[in-house]
């Protein structure tokens, strides 16, 4: 068996099911609006994208993307490729709420999830909601609802042209590949929670998109010159704490404390801490972020120094943040070892 023909065996059901799915859509004979979530990322963005084309290519007939406010990184993501914004979708999408209409959404498998009022007014019109999606949900089903366990709903959306023989031709559009490719890489963190479905696909993808670009523009492109700067400082004045195989940097910085404390934890660290004096309102207040490799809760570590310096902290395992004011502390040195001292005190503590 080839690889193709292994695909598509292992496959099998979910070309029934993408049938049964795509089928009511294909008897569908009034316009269709396509959303993907708000802050919509980049998986979300080149699903909707591959849906509009999918449609346009197997049926007559009108197809309107819908986007909400992208994130961050899908607006830079957008301009650097110089792909739609799909504004002028959006503006013909607004003429149809005086006729039948009907909605997938994708990339989110609630249609109640939406707070957009406009979107709320889309979905409470619309004759029809289908969802195309890849998180396992646990709020009942839609009935109307394509959900697959794929690592992308991009991915999905690409089985959906394996099977209709059309991947090929959706190829031609460069800007489509590369969105995609971007859409799994995201998803998939960097090919970390990647299978066979994403391989088979990305070797075909990248011979038509800009696979390296990509790839770095989303590694980190995104990050001016000023924040660049304050990693390389922060790096270079950091302060290495040890016990046993544990390891702690820390240090100062002015501005992008986060960027600079995760960029801590690439260098090896495990927790990276960086501290940055600030002034706000004429006082003198400390920024602390922290970064974990996750060996311990950073969060609840952050949430008690906060309570101990009458200050506002927490965040999750990984991630923490901590803001205290200038009057607590005696000096940023001092608050740097309160800091490192909790943070080992709680690593000898469970190891
Ligand atoms: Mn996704």
Known sequence: MNLNEEFRTNNEDYFKEIHFFLNKILDYKHPIIIIPHESTDLDAYASAYLTKEILTTLKKGDFYIVMPEPSQELSYFINEFSLQDFMDDFHEALNLTNRKFSIIIVDIADPRRFINPKIIEFISKAEEIFVIDHHASSSARIKNSLSLPLSSTSEILLLIAEEYNIL??????????????????????????????????????????????????????????????????????????????????????????????????????????????????????????????????????????????SGTGGGHKSAAGLKIHGDMVQSEELLAKKIVESIINKIKAIT
């Not at 309102?281 to 311990?296: A, D, E, M, N, P």
């Open 168 to 309: 090929e031709s959706l190829c031609d559009d460069r800007k489509l590949v590369n969105a995609v490719i971007g859409g799994i890489l995201s998803d998939t963190a960097f090919l970390l929670h990647a299978n066979q479905t994403t391989f088979y696909f990305l070797s075909k993808l990248t011979k038509f998109g800009d696979y390296k670009r990509v790839y770095s523009v989303l590694k980190g492109g995104k990050k001016d010159i000023s924040e660049r700067i304050a990693r390389i400082k922060g790096a270079q004045r950091a302060e290495m704490f040890r016990y046993d195989d544990f390891i702690v940097l820390v240090t100062h910085v002015g501005s992008y404390e986060a960027s600079v404390a995760s960029a801590l934890v690439s260098l090896g660290a495990n927790v990276g801490i960086a501290i940055s004096k600030k002034k706000e309102k004429k006082q003198v207040i400390y920024r602390v972020s922290g970064r974990s490799t996750g060996r311990l809760n950073l969060g609840q570590i952050f949430t008690d120094l906060a309570n101990e310096f």
